[in-house]
């Protein structure tokens, strides 16, 4: 079946660096969605990314997937103790079969 | 305008013993998916429902079942628990087949001991 890497698992940075968390799929993918999950709580939308090589930014956040649409990238410009959580992956088969990465946990120190 | 809503929050049972968690999908949205999330993982899919319907299912054993209900909320039921059980249960809810933004709920926290 379908399986979703996500690396690193952990991610610690001093805040102001930069981070960034990489999605493979074993599969090609129909759209790639990305999520946050804070400490305790559920996650959360971020974005959808659908078309091959589309890149969309929010504010200090810029997601990539790729050409072959097998591998995504969430990259966040100069880090804010805000942004901490586990940030998701999830590759989108048939529609709602959304198959989740295991996250990467980024921590930032102040 | 709600969002999605999960009861109980909390729920401890043991080994055996059978456990039903709700859910109510986000005003508008007709499209109820189940997750399991064990602690330190991402989620896993259960199943989806709409219309009243099991349309997708993930690798999950048929101790797992749902209900949809014609207000579009919906049920999760396991049976005979495991250990293994024990994990964050989501719902998320979408607009419809075709929208692959999901909302997800606050999730229930079940403990099987």
């Known amino acids: 079946g379908q399986q979703v890497m996500q690396i690193p698992q952990y991610q610690h940075v001093q805040e102001g660096e930069d981070f960034t968390t990489y999605c493979n799929s074993s599969?090609?993918?129909?759209?790639i969605q990305w999520y946050k999950q804070r400490p305790g709580g559920h996650p959360v939308f971020l974005i959808q990314?659908?078309?091959?090589?589309e890149v969309k930014k929010q504010k200090r956040l810029t997601f990539q997937f790729g050409e072959a649409k097998k591998n995504s990238s969430l990259h966040i410009t100069a880090t804010q103790t805000t942004d901490v959580g586990t940030y998701f992956c999830?590759?989108?088969?048939?529609?709602?079969?959304?198959?989740f990465g295991d996250g990467t946990t980024l921590t930032v120190k102040p | 305008d709600a969002g999605v809503t999960q009861s109980p929050t909390h729920l401890i049972k043991t080994r055996g013993q059978q456990v039903t968690l709700r859910c109510s999908p986000k005003?508008?949205?007709?499209?109820v998916s189940w997750y399991q999330q064990a602690l330190g993982q991402g989620p896993q899919f259960i199943f989806q429902y709409y219309e009243e319907e099991e349309r997708q299912r993930g690798n999950f054993p048929d101790r797992f079942s749902g209900h949809q209900f014609p207000n579009y909320s919906s049920e999760l039921n396991v049976n005979a628990l495991l250990l293994g059980d024990s994990a964050l249960y989501l719902c998320?809810?979408?607009?419809?087949?075709?929208?692959?933004?999901?909302?997800f709920g606050p999730g229930t926290r079940l403990t099987v001991l």
């Open positions: 005003s508008g949205h007709d499209t």
């Open positions: 999830a590759g989108g088969g048939n529609a709602g079969k959304s198959t």
């Open positions: 599969t090609t993918l129909s759209n």
């Open positions: 990314l659908v078309k091959s090589g």
């Open positions: 998320a809810s979408r607009g419809g087949l075709g929208y692959n933004e999901q909302f």
